[in-house]
């Protein structure tokens, strides 16, 4: 008896270190806005028009032309989908717009 409950103890213990590594693994994993496969160069856009056009920042802009963008206000990150979705000529969804590091 005592041994079955050291071995459902240490199934549970296993359990909970394998979702504790899990959660980190979750946590640690990048996510970016990138839509470098939307505005791309044959666009002929610059960062300068773009920030005309959309009134985003130009650094914005650049992080996320370039795909590394990881903040951004939430007002942003609608701009940047309708800025997209012009570019694009088609609505884009905010999950083509985020890659998760490693993709």
């Known amino acids: 008896m005592a041994q079955h409950i050291d ?3 240490h199934q549970h213990v296993n359990q909970n270190m394998l979702n504790m590594f899990e959660h980190i693994l979750i946590q640690k994993m990048a ?3 990138d839509l470098s496969k939307i505005w791309t160069d044959d666009k002929n856009l610059t960062i300068q028009k773009a920030h005309e056009m959309t009134g985003i ?7 996320a032309k370039r795909g590394f ?3 951004c206000q ?5 701009k940047l ?3 997209a979705s012009e570019l694009a000529g088609r609505k884009v969804s ?3 717009m ?3 590091e490693g993709s």
């Open 31 to 33: 996510s970016y806005v």
């Open 7 to 9: 071995m459902l103890i």
């Open 94 to 96: 905010l999950e083509e």
């Open 69 to 71: 963008l990881d903040r």
């Open 74 to 78: 939430i007002e942003t990150l609608l």
């Open 57 to 63: 920042d130009k650094r914005t802009l650049s992080v």
């Open 81 to 83: 989908q309708a800025f």
């Open 98 to 100: 985020v890659r998760s």
